[in-house]
T-cell receptor, first 113, second 109 residues
Framework: KAGVTQTPRYLIKTRGQQVTLSCSPI?????VSWYQQTPGQGLQFLFE???????NKGNFPGRFSGRQFSNSRSEMNVSTLELGDSALYLC????????????FGPGTRLTVT | DAKTTQPNSMESNEEEPVHLPCNHS???????IHWYRQLPSQGPEYVIH???SNVNNRMASLAIAEDRKSSTLILHRATLRDAAVYYC??????????FGQGTELSVKP
């Protein structure tokens, strides 16, 4: 069974631009969560989607948004990029909402210059 | 969200057991104890989770204190591939994990 895939793996953007990251969960998994990892703040929860609806949200500004499609694939969008948005963005999938076994993808490394 | 306290780092010898401690004195009755690990340059990996009873799986064992204020992740025979940052997390919402700083485990050959 294929694992969680994230595209692109690496991305370089300029301050002020916007970016869209994609996550394909493990087949059959219906819940997708997103996390941001930086050296200073560690791993921080962004949001969780299930059945195309955001079910949980972390403490991030409104520039960070996401969505989930009917096939459970998810995208997250960051608008008006700031230098501090440079991070590894990880998504995780699980079978159900609040699933206790989260399977993480390899992440997308975003660099904002 | 209830907090956990873990040592910043631990060392182990290859093929010996490793006991990774975690304190969580403010745990609530509905909080599950989760353990994830993150190998270098990879996303976190699920290890084990439990509520009240000790749990075993192919990767590790989780020993939970009777008052649930602490727990220990046990790797029965450490290998070099077990070198990673281990996170102990409390959550009653499995999809929302609040990661702390974790314990960096190094394994010596």
């Amino acid at each position: 069974k294929a694992g969680v895939t994230q595209t692109p793996r690496y991305l370089i953007k300029t301050r002020g631009q916007q970016v869209t990251l994609s996550c394909s969960p493990i087949s059959g998994h219906r819940s997708v969560s997103w996390y941001q990892q930086t050296p200073g703040q560690g791993l921080q929860f962004l949001f969780e989607y299930f059945s195309e609806t955001q079910r949980n949200k972390g403490n991030f500004p409104g520039r960070f948004s996401g969505r989930q499609f009917s096939n459970s694939r998810s995208e997250m969008n960051v608008s008006t990029l700031e230098l501090g948005d440079s991070a590894l963005y990880l998504c995780a999938s699980s079978l159900a909402l609040g699933g206790y076994e989260q399977y993480f993808g390899p992440g997308t490394r975003l660099t904002v210059t | 969200d209830a907090k956990t306290t873990q040592p910043n780092s631990m060392e182990s010898n290859e093929e010996e057991p490793v006991h990774l401690p975690c304190n969580h004195s403010t745990i609530s009755g509905t909080d599950y104890i989760h353990w994830y690990r993150q190998l270098p340059s990879q996303g976190p990996e699920y290890v084990i989770h439990g509520l009240t009873s000790n749990v075993n799986n192919r990767m590790a064992s989780l020993a939970i204190a009777e008052d649930r204020k602490s727990s220990t992740l046990i790797l029965h025979r450490a290998t070099l591939r077990d070198a990673a940052v281990y996170y102990c997390i409390l959550s009653n919402q499995g999809g929302k994990l609040i990661f702390g700083q974790g314990t960096e485990l190094s394994v010596k050959p």
